[in-house]
């Protein structure tokens, strides 16, 4: 594998000394479960004016924990440097990064622009080429928003080496719980990426479920028992301001999530015994009926065109899942393994669905191909449930609970290839993963 790398190495740079019509990016193959990460060093950057010391280090920080967190990096650290960077524009001394086999090295530096900016600008090389991977690049932002530039480094970075689509900087909105588990506390929140950031968006009055972002990530829409029974709300991020949909006397809602363009959700309705799939304009007006089995049809997702829906229900007997078009009709089963399917949800890339699967006692955190097939079992507990996409449809982030009276649910994500398996955010349920930040 390592001699692989470095052929892909070798042809990229080619690549780069080519005339830029002609370039590509740098890519290395990620898909294989056993690949030894890139080790990479990232000294701290450069305090290019009075008050940035502090932002140098941690934007640094940030910047190789976001890398190391993806598993396809190991970071060389700073005890091991034979020397370090003293001048953004200072020429890299190739030879002593060479010799601790740090592959990748990246620099940066941070200056402070009026009462409130800061300014990040930083560079990429390839080690033992002895090249620079790209163009440089600089970010201008407040100062609280520091964590956010390093993300968008870390993102640069990630993407020039892997040639996969950014995700760090990015958000998720769970179920924070706390308290016993007979009377566990639940609310709404956001945080960054990597668990930083934390805010409250509801109090702990009442049960809620499954937030779920809208496409600009700016809303976010949710369940909620306040009422006693299951209702809609769609809550503004900004203002914390809300407003209740799918509002129907004697029905139960839930399940909801938005159409790609933002203008409609989807979501289940149960009439008497009977739950269906509904579609609504966020603005109101008629509810569209989209399934009239009479049966439970629920977790509805949407492909990234909007074209089609993916669905859990059990009108073969257990639940399973089912392909249908967005405006009804229809659908098409598409799990035909052992064991109950849930909880779908589209990649972001139209590739893959993940799922629950529950089989033999156990649970699963799964992916396979639109059609149902090319089916692969992620993770597997005593019980890992609702899926989530990251922004590049590389990670998924899900709810693990352990077993015993007093379990409790912890945020693991997971690689698609089924490695990297690492926790996140402990007290939390329900995740879902915003878009990139704008």
């Known amino acids: 594998m390592i001699h692989r790398f470095f052929a892909l190495i070798s042809l990229a740079l080619i690549a780069l000394m080519a005339p830029a019509s002609a370039q590509e990016p740098l890519r290395i193959e990620i898909d294989n479960p056993n690949i030894e990460?890139?080790?990479?060093?990232?000294?701290?950057?450069?305090?290019?004016?009075?008050?940035?010391?502090?932002y140098a280090a941690d934007l640094a920080r940030v910047v190789a924990a976001d890398l190391t967190g993806s598993g396809l990096f190991r970071e060389i650290p700073s005890t091991a440097f034979i020397s370090g960077v003293t001048s953004f524009d200072s020429p890299v001394q190739f030879s002593d990064w060479k010799a601790i086999n740090a592959q990748a090295l990246v620099t940066g530096s941070v200056s402070t622009a009026g009462d409130d900016q800061i300014v990040v600008k930083f560079r990429l090389f390839d080690v033992f080429s002895e090249n620079q991977l790209g163009e440089g690049l600089q970010f201008v932002g407040s100062r609280a928003g520091w964590r956010r530039m390093a993300h968008k480094v870390a993102d640069a970075v990630y993407s020039r080496i892997t040639g996969e689509g950014a995700y760090f900087d990015s958000r998720l909105v769970y179920v924070s719980e706390s308290g016993p588990k007979n009377a566990r506390s639940k609310r709404i929140a956001i945080m960054d990426y990597d668990g930083a950031n934390n805010q409250f968006l509801t109090t702990d009055q009442s049960i809620v479920l499954a937030p779920r972002f809208s496409p600009d990530g700016n809303r976010v829409i949710y369940t909620s028992y306040e009422t006693g029974f299951p209702k809609i709300y769609i809550l503004d991020i900004g203002t914390v301001s809300r407003q209740s949909l799918a509002d129907q006397p004697g029905t139960m809602s839930f399940a909801p999530r938005f159409a790609p363009d933002g203008q409609s959700v989807i979501y289940s309705l149960t009439t008497g015994s009977n739950t269906d799939l509904y579609k609504l304009s966020v603005n109101g007006g008629a509810p569209q009926q989209l399934t009239s089995d009479p049966t439970i049809e629920t977790a509805p997702s949407f492909a990234p065109d909007g074209s089609q829906i993916v669905f859990e229900s059990d009108r073969s007997g257990t639940p399973q899942l089912y392909v249908m078009p967005a405006g009804g009709g229809a659908a098409t089963r598409i799990s035909f393994g052992q064991g109950r399917y849930g909880t779908p949800v589209w990649s972001p890339r139209g590739d893959l669905i993940a799922f629950t699967k529950q089989n033999r006692g156990r649970f699963h955190i799964g992916v396979m191909n639109t059609d149902g097939s090319g089916e692969r079992l992620l993770t597997?507990?005593?019980?890992?449930?609702?899926?989530?996409?990251?922004?590049?449809?590389?990670?998924?982030?899900?709810?693990?609970e352990t077993a015993g009276e007093g379990g409790s649910s912890t945020l693991y994500s997971v690689d698609i290839s089924g490695r990297n398996l690492r926790p996140i955010k402990q007290g939390a349920s329900d995740p879902n993963w915003s878009p990139l930040l704008q």
Do not use: C
Not at 40 to 47: G, K, L, R, S, T
Not at 48 to 53: P, R, V, W
């Open 380 to 400: 597997a507990s005593f019980l890992d449930e609702g899926p989530t996409w990251a922004p590049n449809g590389r990670v998924i982030m899900f709810t693990r």
């Open 37 to 54: 990460p890139l080790p990479f060093a990232v000294p701290n950057f450069i305090a290019e004016t009075a008050g940035a010391d502090q």
